[in-house]
Nanobody, 116 residues
Framework: QARLVESGGGLVQSGGALRLSCSVS????????MSWHRQGPGKERDLVAS????????YYEDFVKGRFIISRDDAESTVYLQMNSLQPNDTAVYYC?????????WGQGTQVTVSS
């Protein structure tokens, strides 16, 4: 059974940094592309960044480009999101996601709050 568990969220001041982790179990991470998404208060869940199964290709939405870095460590079964230069509008619950053989699996999310 595919399972994703996010961690690393918290409260940080504007301009600060956090690194989120998504630990996966129940499947071999190396076979799958992965993505991070976020849902702010009263907003829809949006894509933030994605990484190919090889790790050679990454994609970032414009609102995080140049500030966030997605990476993966298949040996550790973990996907990371390094978030730098955080701003109050980055406040959201952050989720990792995998399309597991046609079934989308989400983690439970981790809260990131950026104070001004």
């Amino acid at each position: 059974q595919a399972r994703l568990v996010e961690s690393g969220g918290g409260l940080v001041q504007s301009g600060g940094a956090l690194r989120l982790s998504c630990s996966v179990s129940g499947f071999n991470l190396s076979y799958f592309a992965m993505s991070w998404h976020r849902q702010g208060p009263g907003k829809e869940r949006d894509l933030v960044a994605s990484i190919s199964k090889s790790g050679d290709s990454t994609y970032y939405e414009d609102f995080v480009k140049g500030r966030f870095i997605i990476s993966r460590d298949d040996a550790e079964s973990t996907v990371y999101l390094q978030m730098n230069s955080l701003q109050p509008n980055d406040t959201a619950v952050y989720y990792c996601r995998v399309n597991f053989w046609g079934r989308v699996v989400w983690g439970q999310g981790t809260q990131v709050t950026v104070s001004s």
